[in-house]
């Protein structure tokens, strides 16, 4: 299957800092990419949903100056936690779809301290 | 709203057995059903999918059933193996979408 890479897999940072989490498509083009975020023995809930070179399409709930996101080429999208905090721990998994499939990445595991 | 509903939330099976999982959805403007095996501080990794086109998809051990006037679908494992311990999600996109609406999940267990 095609591979979605995710970079950092895990990262701790200090409340008020901002983090950024990088999604890259490794061997297909991704029309449409997708930031998850999954808690502890639940299902995923989606955050976001952008096209290459479009503004992201936030749900309801998801604060968009919280969680910028940046779908820069076909390839690469990133999610930016700015003024991180406590509640912001959680895993956070990203998705790309490339023709009919949609292909996760590995996921980054966000610890604010 | 929950869109797909899954059962069960937790399963344990023998090696060797037959893992079933089960989905059922309302929308029938739903075209894609894959299912997906996450294990623990992984991400998701789809396993096999099916659009309602067809009533079975088989892929090794895996076997994806759908039953469109039902409006339901599952996923049955054969010869249960230990590493297939994990959490299964259902998920179903509607037709000319992108966002997927995924299950509760089932942890499947399979003892040795």
């Known amino acids: 299957g095609a591979v979605v890479s995710q970079h950092p897999s895990r990262v701790i940072c200090k409340s008020g800092t901002s983090v950024k989490i990088e999604c890259r498509s490794l061997d297909f083009q991704a029309t449409t990419m997708f930031w998850y975020r999954q808690f502890p023995k639940q299902s995923l809930m989606l955050m976001a949903t952008?096209?290459?070179?479009?503004?992201?399409?936030?749900e309801q709930g998801v604060e968009k100056d919280k969680f910028l996101i940046n779908h820069a080429s076909l390839t690469l999208s990133t999610l930016t936690v700015t003024s991180a905090h406590p509640e912001d721990s959680s895993f956070y998994i990203c998705s790309a779809r490339g023709g009919y499939e949609q292909y996760f990445g590995p996921g980054t595991r966000l610890t604010v301290t | 709203q929950q869109q797909v509903k899954q059962s069960p939330q937790s399963l344990i099976v023998q090696k060797g057995g037959i893992s079933i999982i089960n989905c059922a959805y309302e929308?029938?403007?739903?075209?894609?059903f894959p299912w997906y095996q996450q294990f623990p501080g992984k991400g998701p990794a789809l396993l096999i999918a099916i659009r309602p086109d067809v009533s079975e998809k088989k892929e090794g051990r895996f076997t994806i059933s759908f039953n469109k006037s039902a409006k339901q679908f599952s996923l049955h494992i054969m010869d249960s193996q230990p590493g297939d311990s994990a959490t299964y999600f259902c998920?179903?996109?509607?037709?000319?979408?992108?966002?997927?609406?995924f299950g509760a999940g089932t942890r499947l267990t399979v003892k040795p």
């Open positions: 998920a179903a996109r509607l037709r000319g979408a992108n966002d997927m609406r």
């Open positions: 929308n029938t403007a739903f075209d894609y």
């Open positions: 952008s096209n290459e070179g479009s503004k992201a399409t936030y």
